[in-house]
């Protein structure tokens, strides 16, 4: 068994091309690599590199011909319009740009290499990946192909029965819950900010071990502790994961740029905290998130959850520099508070414990 956990990434992130002003050209993945490797305590080891997933391999989850359209679409730089309409390819949220399939395909590699990783147990943290959105013959959500469902089923193909999965996103997985909705041996577990794109997740159907959690706008630390105490830890617990997927999409913070959350990075790193103690393989993955600050200072700090080191610490980022000087050129989207630059944890955001909550929990895990 592996006895440190393993950062998977490529440097693909760090130098295609970008679709200019789209969410796609924020810096999340790169960035966030670039801060943990530059940890003093970062062990080298411990990080390896993902190649791209082959279109065979693709065709665990996805249509062929959507699979060549993809392709297509990439080499002529153009998508038809009927292609557009079918496929989602070339639309607002899904723009074509040079590197972006090859990219995709990449996040499917590590997704494959993760769960080969885990056959004997253990921890890897891949934050280029979180595709939740795709489906098996249509792009959506800034997403191409579905990393997540592939290594889902790969673990499920490699032996493992029970599966959980659990989706951090402010955003519901809906393209993971869709591909496992009537398959009892993969749990899935949303939590997303309701009335909001894709506008699904609104039910839960726990004969099929399906669960969402729609929560309302400026969801608090406290909300996010008492959710995970009295619903997501028994849910999990009864289930008995052999392996738990964690999507850990970043828009839920209160940093966030386009949500209405309102979460600190400590309700994550809480919460992955006591979910990695309850399975014995952890996969952990990045997501959405529209604020690189947040974002990579978010994902770094899970880094060091996995491995026992606490993120509200001194950001111990190597030489003397702070965690941005001398290691990364963000972009800047605010003027950065100086908490951003000292250190990987925000102050915690408490808060009441709504009604319209308790009442949620108790239907979620209830019903």
């Known amino acids: 068994m592996t006895t440190k956990p393993l950062l998977l990434g490529s440097d693909i992130f760090g130098h295609t091309g970008r679709a200019s002003g789209h969410p796609l050209a924020w810096p999340k993945t790169a960035p966030t690599l670039d801060v943990i490797r530059s940890l003093d305590w970062f062990d080298p080891e411990q990080y390896l590199t993902g190649s791209k997933a082959f279109p065979?391999?693709?065709?665990?989850?996805?249509?062929?011909?959507?699979?060549?359209?993809?392709?297509?679409?990439?080499?002529?730089?153009?998508?038809?319009?009927?292609?557009?309409?079918k496929y989602g390819l070339g639309s607002g949220d899904n723009p074509i740009f040079p590197g972006v399939i090859e990219r995709a395909a990449t996040a499917c590699g590590v997704a494959l290499k993760a769960a080969d990783l885990l056959m004997d147990g253990g921890v890897v943290h891949s934050p280029l990946g979180g595709a939740h959105h795709v489906h098996p013959a249509r792009?959506?959500?800034?997403?191409?192909?579905?990393?997540?469902?592939?290594?889902?089923?790969?673990?499920r193909d490699a032996g493992l029965t029970r599966i959980a999965y659990i989706d951090l996103d402010a955003h519901h997985g809906d393209g993971v819950e869709?591909?496992?909705?009537?398959?009892?041996?993969?749990?899935?577990?949303?939590?997303?900010?309701?009335?909001?794109w894709p506008f699904s997740g609104t039910e839960s159907d726990p004969s099929y071990r399906v669960y969402n959690y729609c929560v309302?706008?400026?969801?608090?630390?406290?909300?996010?502790?008492?959710?995970?105490r009295h619903a997501i830890c028994p849910i999990v617990e009864e289930f008995a994961p052999e392996a738990i997927v964690i999507q850990a999409g970043a828009d839920s913070l209160e940093d966030d740029l386009m949500m209405k959350l309102g979460l600190s990075n400590r309700a994550y790193f809480d919460t992955i905290d006591?979910?990695?103690?309850?399975?014995?393989?952890i996969w952990v993955t990045g997501g959405g998130g529209y604020n690189p600050w947040a974002v990579a200072r978010c994902w770094a700090g899970i880094w060091c959850v996995l491995n026992d080191r606490d993120p509200g610490g001194a950001p111990a980022v190597a030489g003397e520099q702070g965690i941005i000087d001398g290691v990364l050129q963000w972009p800047t989207v605010c003027d950065p508070p100086?908490?951003?630059?000292?250190?990987l944890a925000d102050d915690p955001r408490p808060g009441d414990i709504r009604d319209c909550v308790k009442q949620a929990t108790k239907t979620l895990l209830h019903s």
């Not at 665990?60 to 009927?82: K, L, M, S």
């Not at 006591?274 to 393989?281: D, Y």
């Not at 100086?338 to 250190?343: F, I, V």
């Open 56 to 85: 065979r391999r693709l065709r665990a989850f996805h249509d062929q011909g959507y699979i060549d359209a993809a392709y297509d679409a990439e080499a002529r730089q153009e998508v038809p319009p009927d292609i557009r309409l």
């Open 139 to 155: 792009a959506a959500g800034f997403g191409y192909f579905n990393d997540l469902v592939l290594g889902i089923l790969a673990l």
């Open 178 to 196: 869709a591909a496992f909705a009537f398959d009892r041996n993969v749990l899935t577990l949303s939590i997303h900010e309701e009335n909001c």
């Open 216 to 228: 309302p706008p400026a969801f608090n630390d406290s909300e996010m502790a008492h959710l995970v």
């Open 274 to 281: 006591t979910l990695r103690h309850m399975a014995p393989r």
């Open 338 to 343: 100086e908490n951003w630059l000292s250190t």
